[in-house]
């Protein structure tokens, strides 16, 4: 979870229900629930959206991509790091002009230098960092002075500016270039990390929480707040009471059943129309020694019929009521390339001829099998998240009626990531936060990802997908670019490498006390530091 991207700007309205102040007031705190802990504070190994959440605020990127969420050229874009830019006149390279005010945390000056030493590490394989997919189109970066990073690219991209940008924050030089990148994700610096963003890092109680102190003299001014305090609880339904019995200010996600209990508690409910999360079971397409094709998934026609299998509406409707949208493929519907025509439909009579021609035949317990083979595996979900939980017993049910033998195989969130990046599991119900630009569909399905630190965690891979999802990602036209990442979409999703469940309407409480600004469907969190505590 960088934790995606797209080709044509969008401004999605949100609904603030509840009670508004113009009340301006500098100090306090905020105080955050969080069912989940980060699980490293070192951006480029980040893959925790609270670990995203934090770094955010302790790190700058070079510029935002802004609430239009336009990844195309540098239009909407505002200055972070960088306070102005300059083109090439062919776009081979782009000239960042470093803020002279900007200083990292310990009062050293932030330079081009912090820039051309932050990509080379995204960069290097030893880091196996999963941002490193944004940075392939870059050649090298120059420093012909101290304030000026020249970026220098491959090829003309749509959203190169984008992807040099806005997803790789900077990193200080001067702090991490002598510790060997392999070492970086067990260093002091990724659990107490220094950056030049407007809170600073505080302290770090891991399973409890994160605090983040106001940076009072940053460049881009201080926080209107003093300190932004995450609280770490031990499931949804603990970081939830928090939040509606006052001890938390906010509360990142409000499930269905919530709703009515913050409205009576007359806290404020924002609602987003749609979102960049969606949530999918990946198949692991290889054995478990990583040797050959899985005896189950490896085969196309058996994954099919198990998506077929599968009544997507029911679960969403059972588990979202109105909240939550049946995904059609990794691209949520507020991308210019999303395709809601897609899918393999729900059949159960299709499936059950499709498995009983591939051999898969019930046994006297309803179950299938084919020779020795049984149709069996684990369903790997986090503890961490009850709405996954929930649905990982709905699915299993489901493919129960199908004939197939499934076995939850529930664990806490840093079991479940760790297994997940070591490909050590047989089925897994993910949840995956989504760049704002369609090129991201790479990072989790390119052949190219199957690689240590890589998000294509099934080992899908078909060189057709390859080959036009490259071509959409170099297309300068945006008609032509949509119309050849939505062929890319159709021959994924036909593979069917994962069945895509749901994507949310973002929905967030925020308790009368404060007033949050600036929420975005990629990010709530981007403007924290402008929101306020009343007085």
Not at 192 to 199: D, E, H, Q
Not at 204 to 225: E, F, T
Not at 418 to 429: G, I, N, S, V
Not at 471 to 481: D, G, K, W
Request: proline content about 6%; glycine content about 6%.
């Amino acid at each position: 979870m960088t934790l995606g991207r797209r080709l044509c700007a969008i401004t999605l309205p949100l609904v603030l229900l509840g009670a508004c102040s113009s009340d301006k007031h500098v100090g306090g705190t905020i105080v955050i629930s969080s069912a989940a802990d980060a699980d490293v504070l070192l951006p480029p190994l980040t893959i925790s959206l609270v670990g995203k959440q934090v770094t955010d605020q302790i790190f700058d990127n070079l510029a935002d991509v802004g609430a239009s969420l336009n990844t195309v050229g540098d239009a909407g874009f505002t200055p972070r790091l960088a306070d102005r830019w300059r083109w090439s006149p062919d776009s081979s390279f782009v000239e960042f002009h470093i803020n002279p005010d900007a200083k990292w945390h310990d009062g050293v000056a932030v330079g081009g230098a912090d820039v051309r030493f932050t990509f080379q590490l995204v960069k290097d394989t030893s880091l196996a960092s999963p941002l490193s997919s944004n940075l392939e189109n870059v050649d090298s970066v120059t420093v012909p002075d101290s304030l000026t990073a020249v970026v220098w690219f491959h090829q003309r991209m749509p959203d190169e500016f984008y992807k040099v940008a806005s997803p790789v924050v900077i990193l200080p030089e001067h702090l991490l270039s002598k510790t060997a990148p392999a070492s970086l994700h067990e260093s002091t610096f990724a659990r107490a990390p220094i950056g030049s963003g407007r809170f600073r890092f505080g302290s770090w109680d891991r399973g409890s929480r994160i605090v983040l102190q106001a940076d009072s003299a940053n460049y881009r001014g201080r926080p209107n707040v003093d300190r932004a305090i995450w609280l770490v609880a031990s499931d949804y339904n603990a970081a939830s009471l928090r939040f509606l019995n006052g001890q938390a200010d906010f509360l990142d996600v409000v499930r269905p059943e919530l709703v009515a209990q913050v409205k009576a508690k007359e806290e404020k409910l924002i609602v987003s129309p749609g979102s960049l999360d969606y949530a999918y079971v990946a198949f692991n397409l290889r054995n478990a020694a990583g040797s050959g094709p899985s005896p189950v998934f490896g085969d196309r026609s058996t994954r099919r019929a198990l998506v077929m299998s599968v009544d997507r509406n029911a679960i969403v409707h059972n588990v979202f009521d109105t909240l939550g949208l049946v995904s059609h493929g990794p691209a949520t519907r507020i991308l210019a390339t999303s395709d809601t025509t897609l899918g393999i439909p729900f059949d159960t009579a299709s499936a059950t001829r499709t498995l009983d021609s591939l051999g898969w035949l019930r046994g006297a317990d309803g179950f299938r099998s084919r020779g020795k083979t049984p149709l069996a595996f684990s369903l790997m979900v986090p503890t961490s998240s009850p709405i996954r939980m929930k649905i990982a017993v709905l699915l299993q049910d489901q493919w129960k009626k199908a004939g197939a033998n499934v076995r939850i195989d529930a664990m806490e969130v840093n079991s479940f990531g760790a297994r997940m990046e070591d490909r050590k599991f047989e089925a897994l119900l993910n949840a995956w936060h989504i760049d704002p630009t369609p090129s991201s569909v790479r990072e989790e399905w390119a052949s190219s990802e199957i690689k240590k630190g890589g998000y294509n965690e099934s080992s899908y891979r078909n060189p057709a997908f390859d080959a036009v999802i490259d071509s959409a990602v170099r297309e300068m036209n945006p008609t032509r670019s949509a119309d050849l990442y939505r062929r890319a979409y159709r021959i994924l999703i036909e593979d069917a490498p994962a069945i895509w469940l749901y994507e949310l309407r973002n929905v967030h409480g925020a308790s009368k006390r404060i007033e949050p600004v600036g929420i975005r469907p990629d990010a709530w969190w981007g403007s924290l530091a402008e929101w306020r505590v009343k007085d």
